[in-house]
Structure formats: C-alpha cells, structure tokens
C-alpha cells in the first residue's frame, strides 16, 4: 500500500469524524447522544416529546390546522386525519350550510326593529320575492353539498340509501347525471317563475312547457325508456301526490300507473290551474275524469277508491280506531250512509207520494238515520259521527233527497304546484220550498 | 516497513464505517431531528421534515366517550358548530341500528305504495329522535342558532333570556302534544273532536305564555305573532294600516276568531249561521272603527280578486288605476247580480238566468274594453282576479244518478 493513499484514507477518516462531530444529527439516532455528549457539552438536554411542544413555540390547534374555506380541501384534510364519513359530512355540511344560514335567517326571522303594524305577513304566497330568494339558497346549498359528496367515500351513508329509494337500481354515474339536469332546469324554470312575479301569462306558460320538454329529453339521453318511466313513477309531483292521496286505497303496480296516467292527462287539461276554468266546465272535467276512472278500475275497486279517498270516511276510521270498535264498523257505518241516501232518492221519485208527504217521509228518514248511526257507532263516536254528518241529515230534513256517487276529491299538479278541488262529497235534489207559516 | 499495510488496512475500514455511519444516518426515515438541530437552528428546518400533526388525529379525539372528546375538541380550536356537527353525527351513528329496525318496514316499500309510516312508527321515530336531541343537548346545552329560544332572542331582543328560555320550553312541550292528536292524519281527516283538541291545545299555550310574560309583553308578542296578527297583514297588504288602525282591526279580528276561527272540517247548520252572523257584525263593527272612507280602502284591500288583479295589472305594466277600474266594474256587477237574486217576484225568479247571463255578458265586454281589447288580458284577468266572473253564472241543480 503506497503512502499517498493512505494519507488520502486519513484525511478521509479526518473529515468525516469532524463533520460528524460538527453535526450530530448526520449520524444515525443511535450515535447521536455519544456525539453530543462529548462534542457539545454545553447543548442542554433533550426534553422529552411532551415537554418539548411546551418549551418549542407553539404549534398551531388541529382545527386551524385542518380547516379550510374550500370544502374539497377541508375534506381531503379530514379524511388524512383518520375523520369518518358521517363525521366529515355533518362537519363540512355545518360548515357549507353556514355560509346560507345568516340569509336564509334574515328571510324567515321578522326584523325587531320593524313596527309590527308594518311587518310582512308570515306567509308566503306565489310570486314572493322572500320565497323565490329562499328557494335559490336552498337550491345552491343543495348543489353545493351534492358536489362535494359525490365520492364514493361518502357513498355507504344514509343520503345514499335515500338516494337509492328515489333512483331504484340506477348506477351511481346516471343518478349524478340526473341529478345535474334536474339541477339546470330547476334554475331555469325558477328564473322564469321568479320574472313572472306570481302572475303565469301565456308566454310563461310556453317557456316553462318548453323547458319541461327540453328536461324530458335530456333524462331520455340519460336514461332508457323504461329507465326513464321508472324516474318519473318514482319522483314526479304527480306520482309523489298520488301516493300519498292513495294511501289507504292501497293500489296494485298496475292500478297506481293507471292511475298515474290519468293524473298527467287530468293536468294538461289544467295547466293553468282552476281559477280561469268556469264551475261547468270543471264539473264536466270532473265527471269525465270520475268515469274514467271507474271504467279503468272496474265498479268495484272505483268504489273503494271513492270510499278510501274521501276525508268523510277517513274521519270514520279515526273515530272507530279511537274508540277500539270492531274493524269491520267503519263499513258497515259507510254502507248505512249509502243507504239512506239511495232511500231518499226512491222517496224523492215516488211518483205516488205528494210533495208533502215526501218533505214528510225524508224527514223521518233522516232523523231515523241519526238513531241508526248512533246504534251503529255506539255512544262514543256515534254523536260524534252524527255532527260530521249533521250537513247531508239538515238537508235531508229539510226536504233533500242525498247522493254520495261520486270521489269528491279532484286534485291537479300544475304548473303553479299541485291544486286541490275537493267538491261537495254529497250532491242534493231538493223539494219546492215549503209555503211559510202567514204567507 | 509493515506498519504501512496494517494502518493503510485500518483507515480503509475506517473510511468505509464513517461513510456507512452517514450514509445510514441520512437515509434513516422520521428520525426524531436531533437536539443540537432543534436549538440551534429550529427555524431552519426543512417543512417537509416536520410530524404532521392532522395525520392520525381523529382517533387522538375520539374515544368512544363523548364527553372527553367534546373537552378535547374544545382544545383543540374546534368552533361551537363544528363542535355540534361531529357529536351530532356519533349520537346519531349510536341510534342508527335502532332507527334501521323501526325503518325497517318502510325501506322496501314500492313505488306505488305510500311511504309514509303508520301512526305507532311515527311515534317510535319521534321518541328516538327526541332520545337523540336531548343526548346531544346534555353534551352541548341548547342549540344557540336553531332552537325556539334562540330564534325567541333574535326576534325579541328586549325580552330576558329567562323568558324565552321558558317560552321556549313551553311552545316545545306543546309541540310534543300536537302529534298524539293529529296522528297519522292530516287535518282535513281530523274529526271534529280533534279539531277541538288543537284549538283548546293553543288557548292552553297562550295561558302559559301569559303567566311568563307581562300583559304589556304579551300583547307585543301577539301582535307580531299570532295567527290573526298574521292573517291580517296578509289580507292588510295593500291597506298600509296606521298602527292605531292595526290594533283597532285587530281587537276586533281576535274576538272574531276566538269564537268563530275555521279550523277545517264541515261546520253543522247552526255553527254556519252563528258563523255567518258574527262576521256581519265584525263588517259593521270595522265599518265603524275606520270611517267610510278607509273602510272602503279596507274592503278593496281585502278582497283577494283586488290583490290578484293589482299582481296581473303590475305584471302586464299597466297603469296602477287600472286594478281601481277593474274593481269598481266588479263592484258595480256585483251589486247588480246580488239585486237580481235578493228580487224574490215570480217574475224575476222566472227570468234570473237570462238577467245574470245578460250581466256577465256586460261584464265582459266592459273588463274587455278596459284591456283594450287584449283578449290575453282578459283571459289572464279571468284566472288572476276575475274569477267572480267565470262564476257568475247561475250554477244548475244537480242531476243526479241513483244508480251510479
């Protein structure tokens, strides 16, 4: 081995220990401590891991660590920290929500300093600007939360579930993408109500039809036809309000999409609502509408829909449930209602009696009716049901023959939201009026 | 000499352990950085080499007890609503199975059947989620932004905290009430006797509002409030009333709807006529409380075809007066078609039809006229205020079919 060499190799291990020595924190953790020890003397001791955040400067919280105005960073953070998805959606949904809550207070909340002779009613009727502002926040912060929930990561939580009784079997992709259409139209169609203040001209009526078709056909490149009918069956306004007039009716599959049918060509008939549409000519849509039904449901599934449709009969089951009567009572009750009224009918007809003996004869009817019902209902619902009953009973009293043929309630979905008709659920022929005593 | 071999030997070793000894230490992964590092030069060290402190850091907070991850999330900066948002989320993870089974029934449900859930589901529901608010509120106390008393403190500024705390506590416990009347009903299904209940339920409300707050509070709280405060302003929308006149029609509405508010349902013959009585004389009773005149401004402001047909002349950018116009053509027809009925002659009786025919027809052509001839005015003024025209004439009896 030549000298030169190895004067290299020393210099070499000279260097090397120097810098070590220099800076401890090249060698591995192990040396360190030996290293300072004996080249640094004067360091102080290293305090340990707790002590050491107290002494260092210190460290920023973990909230103003993990925050963040934009909620995907605030999310990505949170999701590094080990947070869970239900977790992070409750923390970015209060923090997104936060951002409308002051707005949307200011509508809902009456201004203190205001006097209350000049505050605005608390109600909100069509064309108000307070409802349109609260519709477009609710709208934003909807599209907000949806954008940043749109990971799969959040896709196990309830929100999904929800989404999957709304969408059926859709795949993920197909729901966002309909989601994004209902979206744009939402605004648009609210753009056109906003600018009509309440008030639907033709030319409205054609933007919002115009609109309705543009979204239609969007879903249809979204979706299959049968995809398609399936969304509407399950989100439409129409369907939505079916469903919940149809309840005790307890529909078959095939029943309910009939019944969807003649709801969409029932509201195209009213696209403007009733208001311009004279009592005759609704009475005629009405009874169009009622004999369609019954040659599509058949005698007697119609009757059931009329019975299990009319509020009159609802409020029987009420008072039979609440007084723990037997099942069966709200029927045979129905049935004796319906029986009655066919009584007076044959008595107003009978062509053999005088218009005297008829006041007469559906005088008695009626107030044999109230003991009927009484009889039938017992004394716990019994007055009560004579008191809902007490209208049809007067008229019948006072010289009425009384039908209960036909579904009182008439319900469209507009293009002003769903509009509710409820017509009389009896319809009367009435005697001559009787000559007043001293007349 | 042989010490050249031995030492060049050694200090090749050597060279080769002090280069591993660097070459180890630089390459050792989250090495705690070095004391002398720290004080020397703790500013200098490179960002990337310090811990993240948000790695892992969720499962430093939570430990299943809430109450100590609440007092570490105060610690650690968390602000009150973020707060609220984690534990709200965990207590409602802890019901989850819970609400899951009482769902249960309901998640299956096809789309032809209605989803809502029946009476007792309802019921359950509203237990686990009152279980649910109250384990969050002995966490965190009440909800300071969206609760009765915090929404009690913005609109009544002037009122103690003490007060609408309780007020709050009241309308709350009255709000847990309600339900076991309505049930699964609406209130169109509501049987009269409910409707009763409702009512006396709201009276009893109101006696304990008042044993909290002074008459003088009671009476502020009312006015801005109540249901007839607000059906007023809805109906005095464009009657601009002076704050004596609001109080005067107000008195008078009260008594009005303590007797005589509709509540739904089918009123009997004897409460219709009682009804219809009471509101003559609250007409009369106004008539008198405003004066002529700005009871005529009244009746025009309160009658829904006004306000509608002020919304349609606006949209259409018509002159304001032509809403007045259009009114007093209503009025004028009105009067007349009421003449006609109010004519009990034989005579008249017998030709009734063809006069309100005839009058619609006038009324007509003079909206019509009034429009300029817009037939679209006129079409949409028979669905935006005109509707007493479209139903001017006589509705025929009935013809019905027994054997439908």
Known sequence: MNAPLIAASLLLNAALLAALAARPSLAPAGMQAFLVRHFHPDTPKAPPPAAARRVAAKPPKLWTALHHEDASTLIARLRTAGFPPNVIRALVTAEISARYDAQLRALQDTDPTVPFWKLPASYYMSGDKRLEEMNRLYRERSRALRDVFKDEFFASTDTSAAQRRQFGDLPLSKIDALQRVEDDYNEMIAAVRAEAKGIILPEDREKLALLNREKRADLASVLTPQELEAYELRTSQSANMLRSRLANFEPTEAEFRTLFQAQLALNAKFQGGFDGVDYQTRQQYQNAYHDQLRAQLGDRRYAEYVRETSSDYQQLTRLVQRENLPKETPLLTYDLRNAIAAESNLIFDNAALSVDAKREALKQLAQNARNRILATLGPGAGPEYVRISDQWLTQMERGAAVSFNRGSAFTIVTDQGTMGFSGPSAEYRRLPLAPQPGR | ?404
């Open chain 2, 1 to 404: 000499m042989k010490i050249f071999p031995v030492l060049g030997s050694l200090s090749l070793a050597a060279n080769v352990a002090l280069l591993g000894v660097l070459a180890y230490g630089s390459l050792q992964p989250g090495s705690a950085p070095p004391p002398a590092a720290m004080v020397e030069k703790p500013a200098a060290a490179p960002a990337a080499a310090k811990p993240d402190p948000t790695v892992d850091a969720w499962s430093a907070l939570s430990s299943g007890d809430l109450a100590a991850e609440r007092d570490r999330l105060l610690a650690e900066g968390f602000p009150p609503s973020a707060l609220r948002a984690i534990l709200a989320a965990q207590i409602r993870e802890q019901f989850a199975a819970r609400r899951k089974a009482i769902e249960a029934a309901m998640a299956n449900t096809p789309f032809w059947k209605n989803p809502t859930p029946d009476p007792q589901t309802q019921a359950q529901l509203r237990a686990l989620a009152k279980e649910e608010q109250k384990a969050l509120k002995d966490l965190l106390g009440g909800d300071p932004v969206n609760s009765h008393a915090a929404r009690l403190r913005r609109e009544f500024p002037e009122l103690a905290p003490e007060k609408t705390d309780q007020m709050a506590a009241i309308r709350e416990r009255y709000d847990d009430l309600r339900p076991d009347i309505y049930g699964a009903g609406i209130r169109s299904t509501l049987t009269p006797t409910e409707r009763e209940k409702i009512t006396a339920l709201e009276k009893a409300m109101h006696q304990e509002f008042a044993s909290v707050l002074t008459p003088a509070e009671l009476e502020h709280y009312d006015l801005r409030t109540s249901n007839t405060a607000n059906s007023l302003r809805h109906t005095l929308s464009n009657f601009d009333p002076s704050e004596a006149e609001f109080r005067a029609l107000y008195r008078l509405q009260s008594d009005f709807d303590e007797q005589h508010r509709f509540t739904g349902g089918t009123l009997s013959q004897e409460q219709q006529r009682a009804r219809s009585d009471a509101q003559r004389k609250l007409s009369e009773d106004i008539a008198a409380a405003l004066g002529a005149e700005r009871y005529a401004d009244y009746q025009r402001a309160s009658d829904y075809n006004f306000r509608q047909t002020s919304q349609l002349v606006s949209r259409l950018n018509l002159p304001s007066e032509t809403a007045m116009t259009l009114y007093a053509v209503q009025k004028d027809i009105e009067d007349r078609r009421n003449a006609i009925y109010r004519d009990t002659t034989p005579e008249s009786r017998s030709q009734m039809t063809q006069k309100i025919t005839a009058l619609a027809a006038e009324a007509t052509t003079r909206i019509t006229t009034i429009f300029g001839g817009n037939q679209t005015a006129t079409n949409a003024y028979k669905q935006y205020g005109g509707s007493w025209l479209t139903n001017m004439v006589p509705q025929p009896a009935p013809t019905p079919a027994p054997g439908r």
